[in-house]
């Protein structure tokens, strides 16, 4: 990809093979640091080879050495951690962090993995080789397309306002809640990946989708509440590309990348015959399907012409007989990865939480410098405005910017003015970086 390239193919073989499994005491660690730096190069190596529709090695080489599965582990180990560690660790007496940056760098962990496997599990040999963790990671995006469902009566994530006042371990919560948005969209996009292989996935995987959590029934509860879209000041916005954005009105009637995800992801699991054989059609999946039929519009049908198909399922649909519950006895397997970590850490959560205070989260100046260093390299300026080559916005007002701060190179202005308002936020960040004078 000529200078575009970040990993060589040799060096990205090498990152590669070395991802393994971390228990949940060394989250955060130094090796487990490097290993989130090499999966932050393979993420970016990924997306630059993706966009520029080339060969994609990165891919390749998780099928080749088995590491799906390892992935699939370390994104739920970050999840458990971050659900039953972190609070323990945040109401120690003596957590009284005065830089966020290291516990960040693990709240940011699941986001970066989660980004990779959408970017690879668009090609079917991965979601094959992810074997019985596809189990684990199918209950997942359960759980976040779950929690997507909710937010969405309760105003999404939180608005990215300037806050004088806030503590760094506010601000953390913040990020990390808008984050977790961010993380519930990329699962969304697994899940539909997933559904493109459903009729090569084992019967445990098809029964854990369409009967266990009735997956065809939450996509329908993701289209009506639409949590990626919203109205602010009488204009419609949506989430896309990490931020919202205002639609023009020639926009509007345009099919949200997110939007057709959910229907290819309905289309496959009502419509492929293996999916079909198992889905249980009872009163409560036969009302909530048809209220699709509002959805499917003649402007929705000429963007998805396939729909037409799912559009005469849900006629004969309409006629057809309900169906009991069916109470048929199969042998499940169930996932494992979650409950394995529950048990082994099972009354562990503060003897960790208090092992990383002293030996992880209460880092030196001097350490923080150089963590800031190795994340400076691991992101080069180059690469990062090739993955996402839209107009940068200002991290104050979100208007275009073209003016980037001289110091640590990483948050871009509209104007001065605005520099001088963020400055007390963007700060506790800028101090670390290795480079000259800072905006005051």
């Not at 630059?48 to 590491?67: C, F």
């Not at 039953?84 to 007496?93: A, K």
């Not at 399922?313 to 979650?338: C, S």
Request: with cysteine; hydrophobic share 40%; charged share 25%.
């Amino acid at each position: 990809m000529g200078d575009l390239e970040l990993l060589l193919p040799g060096e990205a073989a090498v990152l590669v093979r070395g991802l393994r499994s971390f228990p949940l005491r060394d989250v955060g660690s130094g090796g487990w640091n490097q290993q989130h730096e090499s999966l932050e190069k393979l993420n970016m190596q990924a997306i630059l080879d993706a966009t520029a529709r080339q060969d994609e090695p990165i891919q390749e080489l998780l099928v080749t050495h088995g590491k799906v599965p390892t992935l699939v582990e370390e994104l739920i180990a970050v999840e458990t951690w971050k659900q039953r560690v972190l609070p323990v660790l945040c109401g120690l007496e003596d957590f009284k962090p005065q830089n966020t940056f290291p516990i960040y760098m693990v709240v940011h962990h699941e986001a970066s993995i989660i980004n990779l496997l959408e970017t690879v599990f668009f090609h079917k040999e991965v979601c094959e080789s992810a074997e019985d963790t596809i189990l684990d990671l199918v209950d997942y995006c359960h759980r976040k397309l779950t929690l997507l469902v909710a937010q969405s009566g309760c105003g999404g994530p939180p608005e990215e306002e300037e806050s004088q006042h806030s503590t760094p371990m506010q601000e953390l919560q913040k990020q990390a809640e808008r984050m977790d948005f961010e993380i519930a969209l990329k699962a969304l996009s697994v899940l539909r990946y997933i559904t493109d292989c459903v009729d090569s996935l084992s019967l445990s995987t098809l029964s854990r989708m369409l009967s266990t959590h009735n997956l065809p029934c939450l996509l329908v509860e993701l289209l009506e509440h639409s949590p990626w879209s919203r109205c602010r000041r009488g204009k419609l916005q949506r989430f896309e590309g990490g931020r919202w954005q205002t639609v023009a009105s020639s926009e509007q009637q345009k099919l949200s990348k997110l939007d057709g995800q959910v229907w290819i992801a309905l289309y496959n699991l009502l419509l492929s015959p293996e999916a079909r054989a198992r889905y249980c059609l009872t009163s409560f999946a036969k009302g909530q399907l048809l209220k699709l039929r509002a959805f499917l519009t003649d402007t929705l049908l000429d963007q998805l012409p396939n729909l037409a198909d799912l559009q005469g399922f849900l006629a004969h649909l309409a006629l057809a007989e309900t169906q009991p519950l069916k109470k048929d006895l199969v042998l499940e397997q169930i996932p494992e990865i979650r409950e394995r970590l529950e048990q082994e850490n099972r009354g562990k959560w503060q003897a960790i939480a208090k092992h990383q205070l002293r030996h992880v989260f209460s880092p030196s100046e001097q350490d923080l410098r150089l963590q800031a260093r190795r994340w400076a390299a691991t992101y080069s300026l180059d690469v990062l405005e090739a993955v996402a080559p839209e107009q940068p916005h200002c991290a104050h007002c979100s208007a275009e910017a073209s003016k980037r701060c001289s110091r640590c190179q990483n948050e871009w202005y509209c104007c001065r003015e605005c520099q001088v308002k963020h400055w007390e936020k963007h700060r506790k960040v800028c101090v670390l970086a290795p480079q000259g004078d800072g905006a005051k």
